[in-house]
């Protein structure tokens, strides 16, 4: 467990010194695990309090180690995730021209357009949300006047990935990324739909 390790590591003093070591192992252990996030805790604990130690100096190296591993894996997951994203709005965008709008779901792409209802890298499922996009149209009657009609016709879509832990923002794995008609976006929150929304 890595917080019995690291409250060892706050209280105990150096007086042992197969202490480092020891925790030093358990980083190592924990990076094999699969638990990054854990073991660069570790070792930064590590690095902090054992600076003059060789396991500590050792740390500190595996540190800028980890930390570089883990912005290559970060950026990939980013790649593979904007990849998904790309294809769903693919498929959205040939539906549509088929169709006339977008699918109120996603499950609706499957199986003509895709193979299997998009997920995230992580095995989330993506936030979908189409929309009439102007929902008042101004067009002109059989006497050339000008009139406003309501539009229904679903020509608009958000797609997000809400990250690792399913919530809105946060960094790295947590972070989101939205998609507005196709478009990546910077914004750190979606736009707000146009109004009024029809009642489908």
Not at 131 to 154: A, C, E, H, Y
Request: glycine share 6%; charged share 25%; proline share 9%.
């Amino acid at each position: 467990m890595v917080i019995p390790l690291a409250l060892i590591l706050t209280a105990c003093q150096s007086e042992d010194p197969r202490l480092p070591q020891q925790l030093y192992d358990e980083a190592i252990h924990l990076n094999q695990d699969g638990k990054q996030v854990e073991a660069r805790a570790l070792m930064a604990q590590l690095a902090q309090k054992y600076p003059d130690n060789p396991v500590g100096q050792q740390a500190m190296k595996d540190l800028y180690l980890m930390d570089a591993l883990m912005r290559q894996a970060q950026q990939e997951r980013d790649r593979h995730l904007r990849g998904i994203m790309q294809r769903t709005a693919d498929a959205l965008t040939r539906y549509k021209a088929k169709h006339g709008e977008y699918p109120r779901f996603l499950t609706a792409l499957v199986p003509d357009y895709l193979e299997k209802e998009p997920e995230t890298p992580w095995g989330h499922p993506f936030f979908y949300k189409p929309f009439v996009g102007t929902p008042i149209l101004n067009i002109k009657d059989k006497r050339g006047r000008s009139v406003q009609i309501l539009s229904n016709k679903l020509d608009s879509y958000h797609l997000a990935s809400l990250g690792v832990d399913l919530q809105p923002g946060g960094d790295g794995e947590a972070a989101d990324t939205l998609m507005v008609n196709g478009d990546f976006i910077q914004d750190k929150v979606l736009p707000p739909l146009p109004v009024p929304q029809p009642v489908r």
